[in-house]
């Protein structure tokens, strides 16, 4: 990890956070983990078509803010959102079921892999054009203050988003109607194929930014799912309580190329290995271990989750493809495509 | 039933909507305090407050973002774009989430919300302040589509638009809001979808929307009074939905088809009902379809050349007099 | 004649004018170190040089704005949007500012420059990375739309694009960068506005476009061999310039004109076509005109779902048996 | 003005900048106040069709730089370009007979009042849609870069620009390319009619913005011609000599509405005359009688100049509408418009 970025890194602060939430964050993380290990066996086995955007190695900002958040509370995330549709409950079949065109899959085969949506668990879509969702989110946050729900949007976006302008147009609204909204850049030093640092003038493409948008920089290993926790509780319940937007910008690293065509050539030798030694999963267990929590019981959330894991593949695989039929329902309210009488 | 102007109809659907529904909320740039640059919307922040009715910054992408994001979360916003050239601005917000976001989630999102925009020539703003562009939002799957020509049409059409589960873009036109004519008073809902037919005639039936209504009207007068040719008029008022049976049952009755369109040539909403009278109306034709449209070139500012460019009652009734005779 | 992919092709393309002329530069998002995330412009970078080739952050309005500014003053640059799905974020500097500035100053600006961009579906990739958009660009004055075929038109209309003194967009068909065809070697420069008539029938006229035209030979093969059907295929290759003479020509030795789209039905270049077609070559129709399209609906990404929404092969033979017969 | 901003106010250094520069200094800005003042005369009249956008009490800003061009330079403006058009030596009648929508108008009547371009003189164009113009102007930049001429692209708008997503895209791409890129954003404190810190996160909306590019943070009084000049002299010379762009904020304010159709009622009781007695002529009439320079050669420059617009109105109005054939030249570069064969 970049060290210079801990000049202004948040530590996690020595606060408890007590054992039932640990084991969450790592329950997530594994849930995580091992959902998008499957995607990309699946992939292997040819059964996900089209594209598809993992984020093995990112977990701990999708655990972090999946455990602080209140059920409804709204996530908008992109393409890379296996993980964030998941961490707010969305049923692993829906997922891989969408991955790979079935029926059972959250969109039933219609949106694909790039716009998992589950709006009864508050994950509000993912969105495939880069930066459009940040002013959506910014408009679920409104919708918020003006019935004063204190419900918070989340919105999880690259490095290389802060780069478009729908994301300053995002920024200055929200901050400009104080909406209970928060922005979190997960920096994985890459857009597609092209470092991050080479399009980018400042070195914080989000933190840096901040200030140009009267918010606060901050920036978080985003590798740490304590420090992801406690950022997001405290940016979250301030944006409930009326206190405005906020910024986050979170360091971190994906382990598989962007999408399911890329290699990751393009990377500098060793970096990746660094990074695997920065694992959040075998941090966060490390961690856990160290702190006493025995091994059997993260065994068992292993096992737990591995077995779920399987359970919604079977589904999955069971699910037959949408019906043809339903090529032309729901573009219009009325479940219908109908242009003309 | 009052006199208004259509600018003043504006004014009064969007209020006849927000006191009907407290989740109704408007947003856009100078629309609160200043009510408006085409003062459209004077008296709605007096009347529902800085709360509804909000200034945005030049932020296109910001307020249509904001719309949508409300809507799928249960208000029903109004967004204006002030210029409808401005819609290219934020056309991802338009084309590609807006428009597509309902079909992708398999219904899971609504998104009931209307973008009203100013549409059209005759202001002699430039090629980047008075393009007609209902043609482009035509083009999206997933967007209704709605320009009144008439005042009346104008309050209904957009009541009924704020009603609407599905999103609506709503064009103004520039040119008619100083126009006057008769408003039903107390809650007045139109409904989407319907194309009105204007007047009979039995030898061409045409076609045209918002400003070119009142040009068909004035050329079909014409025709009638000085060449004997008698005309059917309809005004679509609505591309999406479209009323193709209004249609296709008054081409069939006049066995020809002039559309008269302002947007430019290609691709236009004329020629998409062009095609579809040559498909399911072939056999009832009785000669060339006859397509209208401002040229394919961007809108020219000097008087003479806009008007020139912008389809005339002389130029209707020259057209209509070679080709349909 | 060498054989090569279409992908390879548009790389040849690049080079030949980059050889040849170095104003040419090229600038996108991983075109250069990467050599495009379509593998289309591989080994420019490495020929060129970085000052030629330029990888640019995600901001698509500065790269177009930039590929603008930098043709005004003497460069003739070529800009890479990935997917033309993302026309909709720059959508302004395409139609409001590269479209319109030489007809709003008069002729005082030029704007030789080409945006290239992946266009159309069968990857699987849903609503936002699949459309095929041709028809909005059809709809702008100004702007030149080519969409080839052929790894040999790629090669040949990219370099007539480059050459060209007016901005051009040009849609490559995601679907067909596989495809192998034979690419004339050395300098080889084609010429806008042309369509191509691929082979000749005489019961119906099918007009398509890049990926269409394949399948619209096909189904001509097969309604042939099959039914005894026998149609023209014209490859349109230029939506602006329209070669409309010889899709006049062809319709009218055949009595019959099918389109067949890849983009959603409305106001889709297909009716721009049928509407010329429906007043020039009237009286020459021996029936109705028809367009195949995609549905009017944003485009699903499950293989059935998306295979059943784009014209395919059996419906252009069921819709001419059906409707041609 | 804003007493506020002094904070950050660069003060015009003591350089003594020699009265030749001075007079012609005041020289332009006494041809754009006349022009424009001469420009809402004919729009009294009805002569001027349409709508126009005057820049009355921001000429210090035209003025300044356009001193300080060199005649190979570009500039990039809005709407309310007519200053700048003329500030590089386009014509008074060409300007003019543009509003009046004649044949003798710097685009023969296509362009209209929002479009003034005069390509001999460097004036690249004015554009109508906010931001679009920003991208543009790094272009041009990125030209001279790529050619090694050395010419510098100017490019002005309003504050309320600094909202829009292409104002972002452009200062991060010209920060990045390093491209000799001045944008200048004249803070006439409103955008139509909305006060622009009632819709923007941050005091100064170009400045406080500068270091999420990388960049210097500027702020100049925009109505004190010396501040503008050596301002403008400074930083153009950096970026002719390869020292990448500049975001320069300057502090001014428009005597008269947004457009023609605006008598500015918006504007608290008292704020215009406060920013009356800062005329940008006014007080450079008064700094060049206090450094000893006779009030005959300003009266010389006044008159001189008054003649001139006298002269430009005279050939505007007798110039003809432009003709009906001219309306399908030069849609292409052939001349023509045609679309089909
Ligand atoms: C407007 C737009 N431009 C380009 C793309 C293509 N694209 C998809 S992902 C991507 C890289 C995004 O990088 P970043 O924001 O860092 O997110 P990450 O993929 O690293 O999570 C690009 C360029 C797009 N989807 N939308
Ligand atoms: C994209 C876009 N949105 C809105 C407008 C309408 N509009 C024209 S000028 C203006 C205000 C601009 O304010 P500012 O940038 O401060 O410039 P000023 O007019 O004060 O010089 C607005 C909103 C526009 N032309 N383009
Ligand atoms: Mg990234
Ligand atoms: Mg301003």
Known sequence: MDTNVKRKKKEAPAIDIGQETKLELYRMQVDLRYCEKRAYDLFLQNLVKGTSHLSLGQEAIAAGFGVAMRPDDWTFCTYRGHAHTLARGASMSGVLGELMGRQCGLLGGKGGSMHLTDVAKGAMGSYAIIGAHLPVAAGAAWSAQYRGTEQVAVCFFGDGTTNIGAFHEALNFSAVWKLPVIFVCENNLYMEYTPIHTVTAVKHPAADRASAYGLESIVVDGNDADAMYLTAMKYIERARKGGGPALIEAMTYRHSGHSRADPGKYRPEGELDKWLERDPLKMYRERLLKQGIAGATLDDIEAESMRQVDAATATAKASPPPSIDDIEKNVWADGGSAWRN | ?325
């Open chain 2, 1 to 325: 039933m009052a006199e208004l102007t259509y600018r003043d109809a504006v004014a009064a659907g969007i209020a006849q909507e927000m006191e009907r529904d407290e989740n109704v909320v408007f947003l856009g740039e100078d629309i609160a305090a200043a009510g408006g640059v085409f003062k459209a919307t004077v008296g709605l922040l007096e009347k529902f407050g800085p709360k509804r009715v909000r200034d945005t910054p030049i932020s296109e992408q910001a307020i249509l973002g904001a719309a949508m994001g409300a809507a799928m979360t249960g208000l029903r916003p109004i967004a204006e774009i002030m210029f409808s050239d401005f819609l290219a601005v934020c056309w991802d917000l338009v084309a590609n989430e807006i428009a597509k976001t309902r079909y992708m989630t398999n219904g899971q999102i609504s998104l009931p919300l209307v973008i009203r925009t100013a549409n059209g020539s005759g202001s002699r703003f430039g090629a980047q302040h008075s393009q007609a562009v209902e043609n482009w939002a035509m083009a999206i799957p997933g967007i209704k589509v709605v320009a009144p020509a008439f005042p009346a049409d104008v309050k209904g059409l957009l009541a009924a638009a704020v009603r609407d589960p599905d999103p609506v873009l709503f064009f103004e036109q520039k040119s008619l809001y100083s126009m006057k004519g008769e408003v039903p008073d107390g809650e007045y809902v139109d409904e989407l979808g319907t194309a009105r037919v204007l007047r009979r005639g039995k030898d061409c039936t045409i076609v045209a929307l918002a400003s070119m209504v009142h040009r068909a009207l004035d050329a079909a007068a014409f025709l009638e009074k000085e060449h004997g040719i008698s005309c059917t008029v309809v005004d679509v008022r609505s591309l999406v939905p479209l009323d193709t049976q209004t249609i296709l049952a008054e081409v069939a009755l006049t066995g020809r088809l002039v559309t008269v369109e302002e947007n430019p040539r290609l691709c236009g909403w004329g020629a998409e009902i062009a095609s579809i009278v040559a498909d399911e109306c072939f056999w009832n034709l009785d000669g060339p379809i006859v397509r209208i449209t401002t040229p394919h070139i961007p809108l020219p500012s000097a008087d003479e050349l806009e008007d020139h460019a912008i389809p005339s009652v002389e130029r209707i009734v020259r057209e209509i007099r070679e080709k349909i005779d």
